[in-house]
């Protein structure tokens, strides 16, 4: 629809700009944007609510429990001003991103444009590192991004504020780099500067028809910091302890594999670095990743040393293909053929960690001496009822090894469902 500059009468009153002619889009969200493309503005957002029912290693006593919790519910506005100019502030209602302290954003951020094809981006962001990370939550296959990333969540942690600088080469290059200062601190009462450094090469960019490979690297100094390095993996199941409603409570079991709560002096570096790849053909792709990190030691015993993967297969019983974006190097959504019936996709991931923390000298009842590790196997369907609704279920099958709970279990089982509206 377009507004002319001349006066329109409308029940309402009258309507006027005092610019260029004005194109207002309701499908899928607000959105209102000048014809000249200088200035726009779009209201959006996502609510994910999630039920999960799991028990053996899930919970402290092995018993069954179950969760029912909004996993995300976040208001969306952006934009543009001045053509170059982009603006993007995320606010995560539920409240299982931040803390009362900073905020609960999930974005909060500015983008300059006017050097194309390099773009300049400053605020609160998740900093880029990794394939199943650069896609959004929308759009991931599983319900949960992979256990490898619980390794080193700091690397794409938007914990603070940085500025990181992006850009498509050609039509099968993306890079990017960033600088992000933590809400962490030094003895000096300096904070935590982190690096990541992502690149992706892409030959093959088109729905259904992808080819993509990638290699990351983000460093971070923590001499004089006191920094949580706790390494805990909820092996694929949030409800075991989630800030966005009800959870398992005391009984979740969320075990730490490795690494200390926030005490300082005791580390000098922590480094991590991954590859990443992907192939897509028509309705069918698979994607894997692997991470590794070396916390270096400065006062603690011995270093830690973790690495993990995952492979994924899925595929579209209804034929279309997962869309792909060069311009960040990830995947995105599944749009439906049939508005009636929606998409249908299936899909099987692999999970698999080990963490090698030699500071553990003496077994506990939930942890033993040597390297700890875990490995989960994913199964789930995805409708895509239509462009706005995503309805899911996972089940998910996790053994451990040296990690228990307090019942001796070292295996568990839960599936997980979600009905998501994205607008």
Not at 2 to 10: N, P
Not at 22 to 35: M, N, Q, R, S
Not at 82 to 110: C, H, L, P
Not at 308 to 314: D, E, K, N, R, S
């Amino acid at each position: 629809m377009f507004i002319g500059t001349s006066a329109m009468s409308a029940f309402a009153g009258t309507v006027t700009t005092d610019g260029a002619d004005l194109v207002i889009k309701t499908k899928g969200g607000l959105e209102v944007a000048t014809t000249d493309k200088e200035f726009s503005f779009k209201l959006g957002g996502r609510l994910q609510a999630d039920y999960s029912t799991f028990d053996g290693y899930y919970t402290r006593n092995g018993d069954k429990a179950d969760a029912a919790y909004f996993r995300r519910a976040y208001i969306e506005f952006g934009g543009t001003a001045y053509k170059d100019w982009k603006y993007q502030i995320n606010y995560d209602m539920s409240r299982n991103v931040g803390s009362d302290s900073t905020g609960y954003f999930d974005e909060a951020s500015i983008t300059y444009t006017g050097f194309s094809p390099l773009n300049i981006k400053l605020g609160r962001f998740y900093t880029d590192f990794g394939l199943e990370k650069a896609t959004s939550s929308k759009w991931t296959t599983a319900l949960e991004r992979n256990m490898s990333y619980d390794l080193a969540e700091w690397v794409s942690d938007n914990n603070g504020m940085g500025v990181q600088a992006s850009s498509v080469l050609g039509n099968s290059v993306f890079l990017s780099g960033s600088l992000f200062s933590e809400n962490n601190n030094d003895t000096d009462g300096d904070s935590v500067k982190r690096y990541n450094v992502r690149g992706v090469f892409a030959p093959l960019n088109q729905p259904g028809n992808v080819l993509h490979l990638g290699l990351q690297y983000a460093y971070r100094d923590l001499q004089g910091s006191a920094v949580d390095t706790r390494i805990r993996s909820r092996m694929g199941m949030r409800g075991v302890d989630t800030n966005g409603g009800n959870s398992a409570g005391t009984n979740g079991n969320r075990a730490v594999f490795g690494g200390f709560s926030a005490t300082a002096d005791q580390w000098e570096e922590d480094a991590v670095w991954g590859v990443e790849g992907a192939w897509a053909m028509d309705a069918f792709s698979v994607q894997a990743e692997y991470l590794s990190r070396t916390l270096k030691a400065d006062q603690a015993q011995s270093d830690i040393d973790a690495d993990g993967y995952y492979v994924q297969l899925a595929y579209t019983l209804t034929g279309e293909p997962r869309q792909y974006r060069l311009d960040g190097a990830k995947f995105d959504t599944i749009k439906p053929a049939n508005k009636q019936t929606g998409a249908w996709e299936l899909f099987y991931r692999f999970d698999s960690v080990t963490v090698d923390d030699g500071n553990v000298t003496a077994s506990t009842p939930t942890r033993q001496v040597g390297d700890t590790g875990g490995k989960a196997h994913t199964i789930g369907v995805n409708w895509y009822a239509n462009d706005l609704v995503k309805v899911s279920a996972n089940y998910v099958k996790a053994r451990t090894d040296k990690v228990q709970n307090l019942a001796g279990d070292d295996s568990g089982d839960g599936v997980v469902m979600r009905i998501q509206y994205a607008f």
